[in-house]
């Protein structure tokens, strides 16, 4: 297993990679035995880990943890602990996706909209679009609106199914707290990764912001103007970093 650098930023322990190193740690877990998941804090998931101490558990059991935000990598500077670059949930799915086709392990897609007189179930939309790109793929899946008593039904399909990675995405805190919950509960599962819109995106239901916005750090700014509804959940942004420039590390596990 590559050993890697941890980075406390306001409680949260990164792991300090690279896209590729982060990748490599995740292909050793998906080939190591028992069962291990990874997760992709943004600033507002720290954020909500400080105004809720309880989530750090959740969080920092993980066995990745990556920094899915450019606001997680400018606190990191702050601190004067920097970590190399931001690593997108996304990205490192699509990594893993590909990955996965090659080495013919099974995928398990937990997370999205339910199927509608209109369209699929997003899960499919996604796996029928990755299947046109890698036509060998196997995955399955199930939408991600369901009550807590049928939590054990979804464990039993995602056991009965043998897939060995599975991508939950039920936004966060709630699919880490899903893992989190259940982690002992898997049978087949080697890797789980907790990657909010993910499948969306996949699916082509939700685009990725365009280059510019990447480039210039502004993605948080494209979802914004998609979806205005937002704006309570990204106030959380910059109460994140006047925290850290004002408390730093201290108040914080
Ligand atoms: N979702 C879900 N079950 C829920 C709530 C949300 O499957 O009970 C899905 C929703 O359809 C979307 C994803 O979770 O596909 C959350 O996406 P978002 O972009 O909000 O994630 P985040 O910003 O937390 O990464």
């Known amino acids: 297993m590559p050993q890697t650098e941890k980075i406390n930023v306001r409680g949260v322990y990164f792991d300090n990679v690279t896209m590729e190193e982060g990748f490599r740690k ?3 877990l998906i080939e ?3 069962f291990s998941y990874m997760v992709t804090p943004n600033a507002e998931i720290v954020e909500a880990c400080v105004e809720n101490p309880a989530l750090y558990e959740v969080v920092n059991a993980a066995d990745l943890i990556i920094p899915d935000g450019v606001g997680v990598v400018y606190a990191s500077k702050i601190l004067k602990t920097p970590l190399k670059e931001k690593v997108a949930g ?3 799915a699509a990594k893993v996706v590909e990955y996965a086709a090659k080495e013919h392990k099974k995928l398990y ?3 999205g909209a339910k199927a509608s007189d209109e369209r699929k179930a997003v899960w499919e939309l996604a796996a029928d679009a990755l299947k046109e790109k890698y036509p060998e793929i196997e995955i399955a899946g199930r939408d991600g609106f369901f009550n807590e008593e049928e939590t054990d039904d979804i464990i039993d399909g995602i056991n009965q199914s043998g897939a060995e990675i599975l991508f939950v995405c039920l936004g966060a805190p709630k699919q880490e707290r899903f893992i989190y919950k259940n982690r002992k509960k898997f049978t087949s599962v080697r890797f789980a990764a907790g990657l909010g819109g993910t499948l969306d995106v996949f ?3 939700a685009e990725r912001a365009p280059e510019f916005y990447l480039k210039h750090n502004l993605e948080w700014l494209y979802r914004f103007s998609k979806n205005p509804s937002r704006v309570g959940r990204m106030l959380k942004l910059p109460k994140f970093l006047f925290g850290t420039v004002f408390h730093g ?4 596990k």
């Not at 590390?249 to 914080?252: A, D, G, R, Y």
Request: without cysteine.
């Open 90 to 92: 996304i990205e490192m």
């Open 109 to 111: 897609f937990f997370g």
């Open 203 to 205: 699916a082509g239901v």
């Open 249 to 252: 590390n201290k108040s914080v």
């Open 32 to 34: 190591a035995e028992g």
């Open 26 to 28: 995740a292909v050793s």
